[in-house]
């Protein structure tokens, strides 16, 4: 990605959220660029910060007790501390996004077509006939059969799958520029995903959007994503090409994750590489680095220094790791783990 | 699938757990649904049979129906040689420790107001299993197995764990008062990956150790495949297909099965999944569809899957399939017509 012609500049970004127990750092120095006709995909566990970081991008931050910094440019303009009112121009013809879960996202008592045309009055100067029409090819284009008659149902009446694609059109209704898809898929069933995946794909690439997309399933994240961040505890710890991130991964966290997934492929009753332990406070994270206590990589220097996001040998690559993946240092660390795991009595 | 029959079921002699003719129904507005319609299922002691499918095709519904919450509107259940649905008031209750369950949501699941350690000595409680002294000793040994350190666990409650570790509490519930069977029910699909191979690994474990049989029930079809022995896949209140995991996984032989395998995405790049297929969504089960009910949504159905429902059948070693034009090993489920 070249500088200057990005859609999207995020530059050390934070978001912290003053709570009684203090100030929890949700997301904590990320940076990235998009450009228009992307996809970045946004992986992590639960609590990774990987929706705040997408909700700080849209300006949906709760308005009181949050910390923010960094620098959030958007076609240029800077909109890192813009308040929601400022906000209100971009959301919708700018940038749209897409909610995980498509029940709560939409207005129970609001007919699907007053949803969609709603958003086209506000933004855009048409007839009600035309919106009308707008909205019922809209429809279309997210594949939901027999759009007219849909037009005047409520929510409650579709599945899920087609409830999501009601909220896609939603988004687009006014061309967005960038759209944010949080967990788009993860409420629905696997054969339904797909299909709400391919719908997302397709639409993107008709209006050369550019599309984030936050998932915790890497299986998602290779199929359809062009570039990945991966986040744990508010941090990315490894950002890459797609390509790159799967055959030549550095960090020992997108390692594990990887590892710790059931794959169809494996025989029954396979013993699964899980992960040791939970991520940690936010409120306080370790000084080291913050997926220390959880690695099979991990030596002493990881507890007390915080590795810097360092490039790796294809352009593009960066990761946050002292004794990386594939390297002789972190062969040597793992090695050396493992050694001491077969003492008896040195449990870490 | 849409099939029923009991080709698939193995001498009962050998099973823990069989169900016959399972069918549950449900009095809702516009009519009844059609939750479960005649399924069968064997669990041999010691096996774990995985129960896959959409949401809504009865799975869940099903499990429940084993523990008689609430009784099956008809069908056999029978376990360890008993037959549940006829039994009644205590000498039902008499076999509920025997059966345990495991939900889903492992925070609602846990009552927030009470103390770890009383919530897993509930079951001893009830049945006034030894003395006070005792049934301490067996929380705290129960806890320390699915890997909590009882001393800090005890007294907190659940509000004060992960998702992961209210799970581990959960398993600690069902396993104390020594059951036979337990039923899992999606007891990972709320859970980040690398702690659902924590608790996957537990379960396993707590199966050696405790000499369990289990009925899991679940959507992630890698995670079916993980933990059992032997699959069913459900869809729409019916069985399609029933089998080794190895086999079912390699070679399906039920259109169904094929899609739902081709619609996993796979964490390596260039390995997009679209062409599932599978047109659409799941039916209403108020209104199922004739015949065969996986029709409305499979590129192979004929006119004969409209007509006639299929029985299920064997078609190879210790495969089972309810379809009247199933996939040959090898051949490719094409994709959607038009």
């Known amino acids: 990605m070249s500088g200057g012609e990005a859609l999207l500049e995020v530059t050390d970004v934070a978001t912290w959220f003053d709570t009684d127990r203090g100030l929890v750092h949700a997301v904590d120095g990320v940076s990235f660029e998009l450009e228009r006709g992307r996809t970045l995909g946004i992986v992590g566990e639960s609590g990774s910060g990987k929706t705040v970081l997408a909700r700080s991008i849209m300006g949906l931050l709760p308005k009181k007790d949050v910390v923010r910094r960094g620098s959030i440019r958007f076609e240029g303009v800077e909109i890192g501390q813009a308040t929601p009112k400022q906000m209100r121009k971009y959301w919708g013809t700018s940038m749209a996004m897409v909610f995980q879960d498509p029940m709560t996202a939409l207005n129970p008592v609001m007919k699907i077509g007053q949803q969609i045309t709603e958003s086209i009055n506000t933004h855009l100067d048409v007839t009600r006939a035309f919106a009308r029409e707008l909205a019922v090819s809209l429809l279309e284009s997210v594949r939901v059969p027999d759009p007219e008659r849909r037009m005047g149902e409520y929510p409650h009446q579709l599945s899920g799958g087609l409830r999501q694609r009601v909220c896609i059109a939603v988004a687009l209704a006014c061309g967005p520029q960038l759209l944010l898809a949080d967990e788009p898929t993860t409420a629905l069933d696997v054969t339904v995903q797909a299909q709400v995946l391919d719908v997302l794909e397709a639409q993107q690439r008709e209006r050369f959007m550019a599309l984030l997309l936050v998932t915790h399933d890497l299986g998602v994240v290779a199929g359809r994503t062009d570039e990945v961040l991966v986040m744990y505890a508010g941090q990315v710890v490894e950002k890459a090409s797609t390509a790159t991130l799967f055959s030549d991964m550095k960090m020992p966290y997108t390692e594990a994750l990887l590892e710790s997934i059931p794959k169809v492929t494996e025989p029954s009753h396979t013993r699964l590489a899980a992960i040791p332990g939970r991520p940690p406070d936010l409120v306080d994270p370790p000084q080291g680095c913050r997926f220390a206590a959880r690695c099979a990589y991990v030596q002493d220097r990881c507890h007390e220094e915080q590795p810097p996001l360092r490039p790796g040998l294809t352009p593009g690559h960066e990761f946050r790791c002292w004794f990386p993946v594939g390297t002789p240092e972190g062969a040597e660390a793992l090695a050396r783990n493992r050694a001491v795991a077969a003492t008896p009595g040195e449990a870490p | ?315 190879g070693p210790d495969q089972y399939v309810a379809c009247h034009f199933p996939l040959a090993p090898g051949e490719q489920l094409e994709s959607t017509p038009a």
């Open chain 2, 1 to 315: 699938m849409a099939g029923t029959g009991t080709a698939h079921l193995r001498p009962e002699t050998d099973a823990l757990l069989r169900v016959e003719d399972l069918v549950v129904e449900f009095r809702a507005r516009g009519g009844t649904v059609h939750a479960v319609s005649g399924i069968s299922l064997d669990i041999l002691a010691g096996e774990t049979l995985g129960l896959v499918g959409e949401s809504g095709c009865g799975k869940s519904t099903t499990g429940r129906a084993v523990m008689q919450l609430p009784r099956p509107t008809s069908g056999s259940v029978r376990f360890d040689g008993v037959e549940l649905t006829e039994l009644k008031g205590a000498a039902l209750r008499r076999r509920r420790p025997q059966l345990q369950m495991i939900f889903q949501d492992p925070i609602s699941s846990l009552n927030p107001r009470r103390r770890v350690g009383d919530i897993v000595a509930e079951g001893l409680d009830i049945w006034d299993v030894g003395d006070a002294e005792s049934r301490r000793a067996k929380v705290d040994e129960t806890l320390d197995a699915v890997g909590l350190d009882p001393d800090a666990a005890r007294g907190r409650r659940p509000h004060e764990f992960s998702g992961g570790q209210c799970q581990r509490i959960s398993i600690a519930r069902a396993v104390i008062t020594d059951p036979k069977l337990i039923i899992c029910d999606e007891p990972v699909s709320a859970l980040d990956v690398s702690v659902q191979a924590q608790i996957l690994n537990l379960l396993e474990e707590m199966k050696e150790r405790y000499d369990l049989t289990m009925l899991f029930i679940a959507h992630d079809l890698a995670v079916v495949k993980n933990v059992s022995d032997r699959v069913a896949v459900m869809y729409l209140g019916k069985l399609c297909e029933v089998g080794t995991p190895d086999v079912l996984f390699a070679q399906p032989a039920h259109p169904y099965t094929a899609a739902l395998l081709a619609s996993i995405p796979v964490p390596e790049p260039g390995a997009s999944a679209d062409d599932t297929g599978v047109l659409g969504e799941i039916p209403s089960n108020l209104d199922p569809p004739s015949g065969c009910r996986f029709r409305t949504r499979c590129p192979r159905a004929r006119e004969r899957c409209a007509e006639e429902e299929p029985q299920i059948r064997n078609v």
